[in-house]
């Protein structure tokens, strides 16, 4: 067991800590691995006041849920930045709460998030992946971002919540400030911006969720409305934060997994030249370039994990990005490779947690990449990434299409 130099709490009371991993998002992976082989699996990041955990046993150790807690207000390095956010927001999160009530939560959308729900969609998705994709003319330069990733998650959220184009516009808009809230809670700002964007799509979706109660449509929203034990409160905010979610996953997966597919190795050769573009394994390697680089967690219970021994209390941060890439689990972490077997990545997450969402960002990506690659895309200068703490995600990155 390793007992590390950990600084108390209570003796540092005025140093603000940071709550950005020490990365560059462009690669993030090589701090990841040059802070794990020099210290190992579990070590103290100083600067963020908590435990950077980046094995992938310890990862899923945590992700299990037992001994911790997702709620920030547990936290004592984001209680500060929290203090004028509605409290009953927090609780009835269902990315901020555990046990009975995270579950109350879940129970609400459980029947729609089925693989086998899911599959029924299909016919919908392929329908918007056409309309946002093949409209594009070739041989002209376009941001991807813009024009592909964003929309189309945003056009089969909005299809499945039945919302309207004014709606669907809003919660494209309110997204991004509400998912940087969600990913970094310690920044007083951040929270700042992303509450009042929260606010504003709540306000939005009230008045829809109540006609849902009265007015049955064949929809998302109608789905968690029905649901006689959850308050109209809790109904628009677990919508918003399916919505939020699904859109943000899919957009940053599918713009990393462009540049993972059509950047040029050192060897002259692309990835997306030397495998099958309709092979639906291709989705198995989000595990390379999934954009949740690491989820926060509080330590309820005093434990030993990576055998390090942490303290009821102390903040971890679950590196997602590093244990996808763990030596010790995956052979040749850093390779692209379709036909990998082994343990499933952590991309989605894992245990209570797990992404409700995974199998519809799975029929997306797969469907839309589909498309893209059947229209030869090529890369047009150098992406921009988003500076975001805990999220990687394109910015910009230009592209073009060279079929006929």
């Given at each position: 067991?390793?007992?590390?130099?950990?600084?108390?709490?209570?003796?540092?009371?005025?140093?603000?800590?940071?709550?950005?991993?020490?990365?560059?998002?462009?690669?993030?992976?090589?701090?990841?691995?040059?802070?794990?082989?020099?210290?190992?699996?579990?070590?103290?990041?100083?600067?963020?006041?908590?435990?950077?955990?980046?094995?992938?046993?310890?990862?899923?150790?945590?992700?299990?849920?037992?001994?911790?807690?997702?709620?920030?207000?547990?936290?004592?390095?984001?209680?500060?930045?929290?203090?004028?956010?509605n409290r009953d927001i927090l609780r009835s999160n269902i990315l901020f709460t555990d046990g009975?009530?995270?579950?109350?939560?879940?129970?609400?959308?459980?029947?729609?998030?089925?693989?086998?729900?899911?599959?029924?969609?299909?016919?919908?998705?392929?329908?918007?992946?056409?309309?946002?994709?093949?409209?594009?003319?070739?041989?002209?330069?376009?941001?991807?971002?813009?024009?592909?990733?964003?929309?189309?998650?945003?056009?089969?959220?909005?299809?499945?919540?039945?919302?309207?184009?004014?709606?669907?516009?809003?919660?494209?808009?309110?997204?991004?400030?509400?998912?940087?809230?969600?990913?970094?809670?310690?920044?007083?700002?951040?929270?700042?911006?992303?509450?009042?964007?929260?606010?504003?799509?709540?306000?939005?979706?009230?008045?829809?969720?109540?006609?849902?109660?009265?007015?049955?449509?064949?929809?998302?929203?109608?789905?968690?409305?029905?649901?006689?034990?959850?308050?109209?409160?809790?109904?628009?905010?677990?919508?918003?934060?399916?919505?939020?979610?699904?859109?943000?996953?899919?957009?940053?997966?599918?713009?990393?997994?462009?540049?993972?597919?059509?950047?040029?190795?050192?060897?002259?050769?692309?990835?997306?030249?030397?495998?099958?573009?309709?092979?639906?394994?291709?989705?198995?390697?989000?595990?390379?370039?999934?954009?949740?680089?690491?989820?926060?967690?509080?330590?309820?219970?005093?434990?030993?994990?990576?055998?390090?021994?942490?303290?009821?209390?102390?903040?971890?941060?679950?590196?997602?990005?590093?244990?996808?890439?763990?030596?010790?689990?995956?052979?040749?972490?850093?390779?692209?490779?379709?036909?990998?077997?082994?343990?499933?990545?952590?991309?989605?997450?894992?245990?209570?947690?797990?992404?409700?969402?995974?199998?519809?960002?799975?029929?997306?990506?797969?469907?839309?990449?589909?498309?893209?690659?059947?229209?030869?895309?090529?890369?047009?200068?150098?992406?921009?990434?988003?500076?975001?703490?805990?999220?990687?995600?394109?910015?910009?990155?230009?592209?073009?299409?060279?079929?006929?």
């Amino acid at each position: 067991m390793t007992i590390p130099d950990v600084p108390d709490f209570t003796e540092i009371p005025d140093t603000p800590a940071t709550a950005r991993l020490p990365w560059d998002a462009a690669d993030p992976f090589s701090y990841y691995e040059h802070r794990g082989r020099r210290e190992g699996d579990v070590v103290w990041e100083h600067g963020m006041r908590a435990w950077l955990v980046l094995g992938y046993q310890p990862v899923q150790q945590i992700l299990s849920g037992a001994g911790w807690t997702s709620s920030p207000l547990a936290n004592a390095n984001t209680r500060d930045a929290l203090r004028a956010v509605n409290r009953d927001i927090l609780r009835s999160n269902i990315l901020f709460t555990d046990g009975a009530d995270h579950q109350r939560l879940r129970d609400s959308v459980r029947d729609v998030f089925t693989p086998a729900f899911i599959a029924g969609l299909h016919e919908g998705v392929e329908a918007i992946a056409t309309e946002t994709i093949d409209h594009i003319p070739a041989g002209v330069e376009f941001d991807f971002m813009a024009e592909i990733a964003s929309p189309l998650p945003i056009a089969v959220v909005a299809a499945w919540m039945g919302l309207d184009v004014g709606t669907a516009r809003l919660l494209g808009d309110e997204s991004p400030a509400i998912s940087r809230m969600i990913n970094d809670v310690a920044d007083t700002g951040a929270v700042e911006a992303g509450t009042a964007a929260f606010a504003a799509l709540l306000a939005e979706l009230l008045p829809l969720a109540a006609d849902r109660r009265t007015n049955h449509r064949d929809d998302l929203l109608r789905y968690i409305a029905a649901d006689p034990d959850l308050e109209l409160d809790d109904v628009v905010t677990t919508a918003a934060i399916i919505g939020v979610a699904g859109h943000e996953t899919t957009a940053n997966l599918l713009g990393a997994a462009m540049i993972r597919l059509l950047k040029t190795r050192p060897n002259g050769v692309r990835p997306v030249d030397t495998i099958d573009t309709v092979d639906d394994r291709l989705v198995n390697e989000l595990r390379l370039d999934g954009p949740v680089q690491a989820v926060a967690r509080t330590a309820t219970l005093d434990q030993i994990v990576g055998g390090v021994a942490v303290h009821a209390g102390e903040p971890a941060i679950a590196v997602i990005g590093a244990a996808n890439r763990d030596p010790e689990t995956f052979s040749w972490p850093n390779r692209f490779q379709v036909d990998r077997s082994g343990p499933a990545p952590l991309t989605f997450g894992f245990g209570p947690h797990y992404c409700l969402g995974a199998a519809l960002a799975r029929l997306q990506i797969s469907v839309a990449l589909q498309h893209i690659l059947a229209r030869r895309p090529v890369l047009c200068g150098d992406p921009t990434w988003r500076d975001t703490p805990t999220i990687r995600g394109l910015l910009c990155m230009r592209a073009m299409f060279e079929d006929d």
